[in-house]
């Protein structure tokens, strides 16, 4: 008669058990000590600088934010199936030139620009799967190549000037009107975070609720495996670096609407704060492992950082260096995690 009890014990353990393990593992720790390392940033700029919790402040930091957010989010999807894609920055300024071609320079529709980045986007990272996949280039070789042919592309396209959306009505709204602060008008929130957001939701529950989130684990946890299971790897791989660039397509967009203007120039530099959040979320660049919300927690440490920093009116260069310091330890404490996993 004990059995059952026994039984119910036993079931009970082994449920606090395995509570345990997913809240004291290695990755949950990672989010916690990320989340209280930018709750400790925002308190010390708030007291190094009163003018740092003002509105636009906050306001700035929410909008830059959006778009190295939404490159983050492209990057997780790569890196969790141990790749590495050092082409999203300058795939971001291409996919805003060709929407700027597509509405400045042959007036169409402002959908068709919308469709147009988002496409180009996915093409562009259709190809880099291509050559990882397919031609077995190594995935850093295969972006780093795809980096310097879209940005001189970008180049070659604009006529190396900036291309202005001026004569596109509204365009400006995608990233920087406020549906909140219509009905909220203390709190004017720009549109481009709720697409943040809301593109954060959607990805998390690609990853943990589709086919295509469970190979994207798998490719990163073992590949081999997966390959000598009958899965079509490659097309697999093709589709999750298709995915990443059509997102990168969505931060061009916010980022010309932001500037009201594509910069053939700009993009360069903006992959390792991509990367750089992507890690210091929890990610493991071993691949494997990673979520979205870890993701967005370190957009937002490298934002408020960066933004921080100058608000104190720390030099540009020694900007530069604190933002390598945080990379080097980010992927040092990605070591340290895979040690104790």
């Not at 061009?252 to 120039?265: E, T």
């Not at 950082?305 to 390598?324: H, K, P, Y």
């Amino acid at each position: 008669m004990t059995l059952p009890s026994d039984t119910s014990a036993l079931g009970r353990e082994g449920r606090y058990a395995g509570l345990r393990a997913r809240v004291f593992s290695p990755t949950a720790l990672q989010k916690l000590l990320a989340f209280a390392s930018l709750l400790l940033m925002l308190i010390f700029f708030s007291f190094a600088s009163p003018s740092f919790m003002q509105m636009d402040n906050m306001l700035g930091i929410l909008q830059a934010t959006a778009v190295n957010g939404v490159l983050a989010i492209a990057c997780t999807f790569v890196i969790i199936t141990g790749g590495i894609d050092l082409s999203v920055g300058t795939l971001m300024t291409f996919t805003a030139v060709i929407c700027g071609v597509f509405l400045s320079s042959w007036h169409l529709p402002m959908w068709t620009g919308v469709v147009a980045a988002i496409g180009t986007g996915a093409i562009c990272g259709t190809v880099s799967g291509t050559l990882t996949a397919k031609m077995k280039i190594p995935p850093f070789i295969a972006t780093l190549g795809m980096m310097m042919l879209l940005k001189g592309l970008s180049l070659v396209v604009s006529a190396d000037k900036p291309i202005y959306f001026t004569d596109t009505e509204n365009f400006y709204r995608i990233s920087q009107d406020s549906l909140i602060g219509y009905i909220v008008p203390s709190l004017p929130i720009p549109n481009a975070v709720l697409i943040l957001f809301f593109l954060a939701v959607v990805s998390s529950i690609t990853l943990n609720r589709t086919a295509l989130g469970r190979y994207t684990f798998a490719l990163g946890s073992n590949e081999e495996a997966v390959r000598l299971s009958g899965v079509n790897v490659d097309r697999w791989k093709i589709a999750i670096y298709g995915l990443s660039g059509a997102i990168c397509g969505i931060a061009g967009l916010l980022i010309a609407s932001r500037l009201n203007s594509a910069q053939p120039a700009l993009g360069q530099g903006y992959e390792l704060e991509a990367i750089a959040a992507v890690v210091i979320g929890g990610t493991s660049l071993s691949g494997g492992s990673g979520t979205m919300l870890g993701t967005i927690i370190g957009a937002f440490i490298m934002s408020v950082l960066t933004n921080g920093l100058r608000i104190m009116s720390v030099a540009q260069e020694w900007q530069i260096v604190v933002t390598g310091l945080i990379i080097i330890l980010a992927v040092y404490a990605d070591i340290l995690r895979r040690r104790k996993s």
